[in-house]
Nanobody
Framework: QVQLVESGGGLVQAEDSLRLSCAAS????????MGWFRQAPGKERDFVAA????????TYADSVKGRFTVSRDNAKNTVFLQMNSLKPEDTAVYYC?????????????????WGQGTQVTVSS
């Protein structure tokens, strides 16, 4: 069974850093673009960051640009989200997802495999 499993979430203070990981089992992620989304309580799930299959191109939501960095290690079938200078408004459940193709994508519609999510809570 194909699975994406996120890890690395937790409770931190404002300006702290966290590194989320997303490991795939049952299927190689090598040829797929990958993305990170987040959902805060009472809100819709929003795009955070995405990376092409090769890792040569990335894109970010304006709210995290300059603070978050997405990367991938295809040899380890893992995608990462480095989050620096965290703010209380970054509090959410973070999901990784595998896109339907190798092209970078920012819409939920473009992703067809999702992890279960990991909670990130940033206190002020």
């Amino acid at each position: 069974q194909v699975q994406l499993v996120e890890s690395g979430g937790g409770l931190v203070q404002a300006e702290d850093s966290l590194r989320l990981s997303c490991a795939a089992s049952g299927r190689t992620l090598f040829t797929y673009a990958m993305g990170w989304f987040r959902q805060a309580p009472g809100k819709e799930r929003d795009f955070v960051a995405a990376i092409t299959w090769s890792g040569s191109r990335t894109t970010y939501a304006d709210s995290v640009k300059g603070r978050f960095t997405v990367s991938r290690d295809n040899a380890k079938n893992t995608v990462f989200l480095q989050m620096n200078s965290l703010k209380p408004e970054d509090t959410a459940v973070y999901y990784c997802a595998a896109a339907k193709s190798f092209s970078i994508a920012t819409r939920e519609y473009d992703y067809n495999l999702w992890g279960q999510g990991t909670q990130v809570t940033v206190s002020s």
